[in-house]
């Protein structure tokens, strides 16, 4: 499944909406990027990138010397949508879901050793790999917003009721 180096489909969208600056959405400025990374994020001392992996997408954060791989996803559309929902500049406090933390019906969840395996789709199986609760709870919030458009994403995370506007996208809570 890995790919060679490219651009996330929506890189310039989701580049403005972590606060990258152009003309390079997916990159960070004066950073020469690797060939397998696909998009990086945040500035000199703190960053996340996406690279193509065997499996699939890999994000990576790193912390000045310390990298560590937080997430692994099956498809770049839920790698989009995982960093809106995790890092978007204008990322609203408001709550999701108060109270629980669970994965609609039609998503498989798997957890072992502080590793979240979520599934669903059949024929076209998408596959997220949270490695540690931040992340999963990250996860939980993407399987309810799994099929929306990257856009109405960004929409849900700016809005000061998330729930307010899941209803809006037709996501029935």
């Not at 606060?19 to 990086?40: A, H, T």
């Not at 406090?93 to 979520?118: C, E, H, I, M, N």
């Amino acid at each position: 499944m890995s790919q060679p180096s490219a651009d996330l489909p929506h890189a310039a969208e989701l580049g403005a909406f972590v606060g990258n600056s152009g003309p390079d959405w997916s990159g960070l400025p004066g950073i020469r990027r690797q060939p397998k990374v696909m998009f990086e994020y945040g500035n000199i001392e703190t960053s996340s990138r996406v690279e193509s992996c065997a499996d699939g997408y890999r994000l990576v954060d790193r912390d000045r010397a310390h990298e560590s791989t937080v997430a692994e996803f099956s498809h770049t559309d839920d790698v989009e949508r995982f960093i809106a929902i995790r890092d978007g500049s204008r990322r609203s406090s408001g709550l999701w879901f108060p109270g629980r933390a669970t994965a609609p019906d039609a998503v498989t969840l798997q957890s072992d050793g502080g590793t979240y395996v979520f599934s669903w789709g059949h024929g076209d199986e998408h596959i997220v790999r949270a490695f540690g609760i931040p992340e999963a709870s990250t996860a939980y919030r993407l399987a309810w917003v799994r099929a929306l458009p990257l856009e109405q994403v960004m929409d849900v995370v700016s809005a000061s009721s998330p729930m307010k506007r899941l209803a809006v996208h037709g996501i029935l809570t």
